[in-house]
């Protein structure tokens, strides 16, 4: 079955009880049983429900892995792959990412013994040097949030083979349709289903999925445990999501395009981010493991001036100033005082995530309202 024929009939099946088409939303938190134990597969929802369940093996089929989980959250779901860990572990961690796994990382799991390297995975080489007897996982972003950086997926699945380290790549960014980790050498891929996969800006959601069965009862045993499930009604929303995901990401990624050359040209701007273009650094390694180039660009003023930034998200009329990304209308963001402010300056810094940075989520509207907006605000 290919991708697209997947995101509409992967991993599902009709209703078994009236043959409905579309999985129902089990509006329920337990479950009749005839005698103690004696159950249809469901007692309690914390641990499994039906409509959870048809979502899970969504995820999984479109990630060619064998067992899905879906969480609370994007943030739960990293939570779960840290509880895999105990003190004294390591992780080596790409240096570039979402604010809310470096806040998670350093100010809860830090204090828990876990040792977090934050390193350039830019060049895959550099990788094995922070690389201990005590390493147990590598945390991948690619592209990263939110400096479009590139990172090679079966290079560093190699050298974590080699030290019988787990891998986990958030493909938030990339999606299944562009990018599967798991293809390419992954343990373990996350996603913020909040994005992309739901689409919509209506749903706040995370998700898990891995190949090796072990793997998958360890996390299956953490999400039961700890309770960072999503309900119900979400996984409804991010099924439904997940239908329209392939149409959707070919216009985000033709949008992106379009908006990414737009600004490279733009006299204001400085520097553009945006994986597509041939003198991106690593632009050979998306080319491999990328389908497309997805329709996240960030940018920069030129000048490095913060109020020039402020103002031009703040002019956008089109493009809506708010947190989050990837759902059907575009969206801007300020990351040095948003998404990655909980990173302190001096660290965001290092890599690139500067007081003028604007990160852009390109929606799929019409790409001449979208350029005509950007034209407007950067005055």
């Not at 810094?349 to 940075?357: I, P, R």
């Amino acid at each position: 079955m290919k991708f697209n024929t997947k995101t509409i009939h992967g991993g599902q099946q009709h209703d078994p009880a009236y043959g409905s088409v579309v999985p129902p939303i089990y509006q329920t938190s337990t479950y009749a049983q005839s005698t103690p134990g004696g159950h249809k597969g469901y007692e309690y929802s914390r641990t499994h429900n039906p409509t959870r369940n048809a979502l899970e093996s969504a995820l999984a089929s479109i990630e060619n892995g064998n067992y899905g989980l879906a969480f609370g959250s994007g943030l739960s779901a990293i939570d779960a792959v840290l509880k895999l860990l105990k003190p004294g572990d390591e992780v080596v961690s790409t240096n570039d990412l979402y604010g809310g796994t470096y806040r998670l990382f350093t100010k809860i799991y830090e204090d828990f013994g876990i040792k977090f390297h934050f390193i350039g995975m830019e060049n895959s080489n550099k990788i094995e040097a922070y690389i201990t007897p005590d390493t147990k996982l590598i945390w991948v972003e690619t592209p990263t949030n939110p400096m479009m950086n590139i990172i090679d997926i079966v290079a560093i699945s190699k050298i974590a083979k080699k030290h019988n380290v787990l891998l986990a790549v958030d493909n938030t960014f990339a999606t299944p349709y562009l990018q599967r980790p798991l293809d390419l050498g992954a343990d373990i891929v996350m996603h913020s289903a909040t994005k992309y996969l739901g689409g919509h800006s209506d749903v706040v959601m995370g998700a898990l999925i891995v190949e090796n069965k072990d793997l998958a009862e360890r996390l299956y045993f953490i999400q039961n445990a700890s309770g960072a499930i999503c309900g119900p009604q979400d996984s409804f929303l991010v099924l439904r999501g997940i239908k329209t995901l392939h149409i959707r990401m070919q216009r985000h990624c033709e949008n992106g395009r379009v908006v990414a050359e737009y600004l490279s040209n733009h006299p204001k701007i400085e520097n553009v981010y945006w994986p597509g273009f041939k003198n991106h650094p690593n632009h050979h390694i998306a080319v491999s493991q990328m389908d497309d180039f997805g329709g996240m660009v960030s940018f920069t003023t030129k000048g490095n001036n913060y109020d020039k930034a402020i103002k031009i998200v703040e002019n956008l009329k089109i493009f809506t100033l708010a947190e989050s990304l990837g759902g059907v209308e575009s969206l801007a963001g300020h990351p040095a005082s948003m998404t990655h402010a909980s990173i302190p300056k001096e660290e965001r810094e290092k890599t690139g995530v500067v007081d003028s940075l604007i990160r852009l989520s390109v929606g799929i509207e019409d790409i001449d309202d979208l350029i005509a907006d950007l034209k407007q605000a950067i005055i």
